[in-house]
């Protein structure tokens, strides 16, 4: 049976991920444009980890931003609202406090106030030094895009980085703000360059932060922590620009050893595999009757020392290289690539088989059946196979353009 204080609760939860409308607004038309909304994709650093709002219904927060400047609007809708003491001693969750603890002041909370302010975007330029300019072909339109590597030094650079890392609560999983105040730290920016009432503007598209760490015994190791293209601007390859416009930061110098990745999400991950084949398919190393043959040091050395790729991630794209050019329908071809990919999975369970067994004669642990490690060294190839199909899918859209 239903609890009747449930029943009568339940219209007034609404779940925070569809509640939130954030917009990146060009003109002041875009207020009014459903098409420039869009949602995050989690919420619960903001809102708890049940990702709801309680006491309003037909709930609307909105978080709007000046496209370049990123200065801030924050609003509620709602038809009604719970009021105190109405369903026992309930109260409606306060929803401005928790957002504004996370958003960078100043924070409008008067439209008209906020649309004044959408005249700072004609005078917005981004910091820092221009590293990579291109152009996309977005359904014919013509799009400008510009890469920027800025510091903490650039007048007005630190505001506009605390409102731009407020995003990545809505789309990293276990997100934490970094230390600014670290040196250590580079800024990667991206922009659109576009024309509008005959004046350029720059809108914000995405950003990457990359840390430098120590590598004995006089290098340096960047390592690639977030990245994040705005929701708007996903699916027009422009994650790959922002990669190679890092790449092309680092691999000029003998300093740095390789470049190295924080945690990477599945989608990143298939976006560096996608560049870093494309590069690795120049190497002398990485030849169709080299791959053949099997992974080898002078694809390690090469891929580093052209590319500034790691030893993990060159034995990576060795593996999606060769399933490229690996004849499928050829039995014994495609059973000895998956021996191979195999074998380099297995290794890390037969280091540790001899600790297990350790503790399994003292009763600590059991140790799965062989055939169950079978099926599951069966599961994690079919899982990295799809993977590197979807990479190579994607090399070869671009070999026939």
């Known amino acids: 049976m239903d609890d009747p204080m449930e029943t009568r609760l339940k219209p007034y939860v609404i779940d925070s991920n569809e509640a939130l409308d954030i917009k990146l607004i060009r003109k002041e038309d875009d207020l009014e444009d ?52 109405e369903i026992d001693d309930v109260e409606p969750d306060d929803v401005f406090p928790k957002l504004m603890a996370k958003l960078t002041p100043p924070v409008y909370d008067n439209l008209d106030a906020f649309v004044k302010a959408l005249s700072k975007d004609e005078k917005f330029k981004p910091c820092g030094e221009l590293l990579h300019s291109f152009t996309v072909n977005d359904n014919g339109n013509n799009r400008q895009f510009e890469v920027y590597k800025a510091d903490m030094t650039c007048q007005g650079f630190k505001e506009y980085h605390d409102r731009l890392q407020m995003f990545i609560l809505w789309y990293i999983d276990a997100a934490s703000f970094i230390d ?56 027009l390859g422009l994650c790959a620009n922002l990669l190679r416009a890092i790449y092309r930061q680092y691999i000029g110098s003998n ?97 540790g088989l001899q600790d297990m067994k350790k503790l399994e004669s003292l009763g600590n642990v059991a140790i799965p059946p062989p055939e169950q490690r079978i099926q599951s060294l069966e599961k994690e ?21």
């Open 180 to 235: 600014v105040d670290d040196d250590q730290w580079h800024y990667f920016n991206m922009y659109e360059k576009f024309t509008t009432s005959g004046q350029q503007r720059y809108a914000t598209i995405g950003f990457a932060t990359v840390y430098q760490y120590y590598a004995y015994p006089n290098h340096t190791r960047p390592r690639i922590a977030q990245v994040l293209i705005l929701p708007p601007f996903q699916k």
């Open 34 to 85: 459903d098409d420039t909304s869009f949602s995050p994709e989690m919420s619960h650093q903001v809102f708890g980890d049940s990702e709801t709002i309680f006491g309003y219904k037909d709930l609307q927060v909105q978080l709007y931003y000046s496209a370049g400047s990123l200065e801030t609007y924050l609003g509620m809708k709602y038809t009604e609202k719970l009021q105190k003491g």
């Open 381 to 401: 190839y079919r899982s990295l196979e799809e993977d590197y199909k979807k990479v190579i899918r994607r090399l070869e859209e671009v070999s026939e353009q």
């Open 255 to 351: 300093e740095v050893k390789d470049i190295t990745v924080e945690d990477p999400a599945i989608e990143f991950q298939r976006v560096r595999d996608y560049v870093d084949a494309i590069n690795c398919m120049k190497l002398p190393s990485f030849s169709r009757q080299l791959l053949v043959q099997g992974f080898n040091k002078d694809m390690i050395n090469e891929a580093r020392d052209k590319f500034k790729i790691n030893k993990r991630q060159s034995r990576r794209i060795y593996e999606i290289l060769r399933l490229q050019m690996t004849d499928l329908s050829n039995e014994q071809e495609y059973r000895d690539y998956r021996l191979d990919v195999k074998k380099r999975l297995n290794s890390p369970y037969k280091r």
